[in-house]
């Protein structure tokens, strides 16, 4: 007797899920290599935003592309309690890049972004910035579903 086929939506869900995985990571990888190259830079990007004390700067110029890498890495482990852990880490830290960006649009500040150091073009922060980031949350959202169990 024949198993009845799979829908492809059922079939579709596991793909959607770890393209998210890897995509996430990937903006993130993308993000912190950079930042980890010249932190005095990140530091300087950091304060532009007027929100930290000068005493911080340094500390969260140093922890939060580390914290990026590791998040990213627990993403695309592919054990449960990593990937959950990872999406959840990932995801406070994008809430609070998103809250930032709204505090530099609200404040009318004109700055470049820093999101993903001096290699690429940089970009000033404002609305772009801040759906950019909404869609990261979503895409985090996604890549934090569980994957549907193997069929036999």
């Known amino acids: 007797m024949a198993e009845p086929a799979v829908p492809w939506r059922a079939r579709l ?4 899920i770890w393209a ?25 990007d950091i304060r532009n935003y007027r ?5 911080w700067l340094h500390l969260l ?3 939060v592309p580390m914290v990026e890498l590791v998040g990213a890495a627990a993403v695309v482990s592919g054990r449960a309690r990593w990937v959950r852990a990872g999406t959840l880490l990932l995801g406070l830290l994008t809430v609070a890049f998103i809250a930032l960006i709204a505090s530099v649009i609200a404040r ?14 940089a970009e000033l ?18 890549a934090a579903v569980p994957l549907p169990p193997p069929r036999r």
């Open 51 to 55: 929100v930290f004390p000068e005493p």
């Open 20 to 44: 998210a995985r890897v995509g996430v990571a990937a903006v993130f990888v993308f993000a912190a290599v950079p930042k980890l190259g010249d932190i005095m830079t990140f530091a300087a």
């Open 125 to 142: 922060v404002g609305w772009p910035t801040l759906w950019r980031d909404v869609g990261l949350l979503l895409a985090i959202g996604l």
């Open 61 to 63: 110029a140093a922890v």
């Open 108 to 121: 009318d500040i004109d700055l470049e972004c820093g999101c993903f150091g001096k290699q690429a073009q």
């Open 13 to 16: 869900l596991p793909v959607a």
